[in-house]
């Protein structure tokens, strides 16, 4: 028996939705225009607030903010990426021993809020009596704990969700358990779950900008010294915009870069099943 999950909206239905969707847009594009009359009202285009982004030291600071945000997002994106692996073999494994402290490694890290993890790491490490945590490592070791307990939920989930034939094949060849994840269900997983793996990483990106309150010198630790330049009438709304904008920037090139890997994977599968096919 198959349930009915969405009814295709009738022509009332659609008319209304359109009414709906004209209603959205106007509210956004008024909320958005007043916000930014108030800005204008209280001088946040100015060309003295504006003036700083325009020195050439300024420009290069920045771009080192750029690239301090971006090598604290690369590692912290491979090591997610490889401890959600580890972790979701973990929480697959047959011994107890390794399932146990896997899945509540999983569950803590998960709980645990993100600035905790950071904080705990900066100042808490450094309370112990432990030195040499720089701010970069702190942003890092707090980025990969907490994504990587969320990215081993993804994979679990992914290759949970495969067809028990996938590994029942596997299995029928010879290969171990092991060999079976590794090279038949975690390739699968991952394409299926390509998108949820695209928004976290995307996350991950995102938040780096939490590294600002334990002083790391990122894209927005730069923008809140420079909007609190007084000689340059304290720019604060216009470094938090151009921040802003280098964020969804960014975002938006990891998303695009994203889709063109995933295209290319969809591509290669169905070479793949067309070559089956022929030599069928």
Known sequence: MSAVLFDVPGPKARVRNVYLNIITVIVVVGIVGFILFRFYESGQFTAKKWEIFTFPLVQQKFLEAIGATLS????????????????????????KWVRVPCYWFTELFRAVPLLILMMIMYYGLSSAGIKGITPFMAVVVGL???????????????????????????????????????????????RAMLPVIISQL???????????????????????FLGSQIQYGSPVVPGLMVAAATYVGLCLVLSGVAKLVESKMSSRVKVVKAKVGVAG
């Open 72 to 95: 604290a997002f690369g590692v912290a994106a491979v090591g997610s990426l490889i401890l959600g692996i580890v972790l979701a073999f973990g929480r697959l494994s047959d011994t």
């Open 144 to 190: 990969i704990l907490y994504n990587g307990s969320v990215l081993a939920e993804v994979f679990r989930a992914g290759i949970e969700s495969l067809p028990k034939g996938q590994r029942e094949a596997g299995y029928a060849i010879g290969l171990t358990k092991g060999q079976v994840l590794r090279t038949i269900l975690l390739p699968q997983a991952v």
């Open 202 to 224: 995307v996350v991950i990106m995102k938040d780096t900008a939490l590294g600002f309150l334990i002083l790391y010198q990122e894209i927005l630790f730069y923008a809140n």
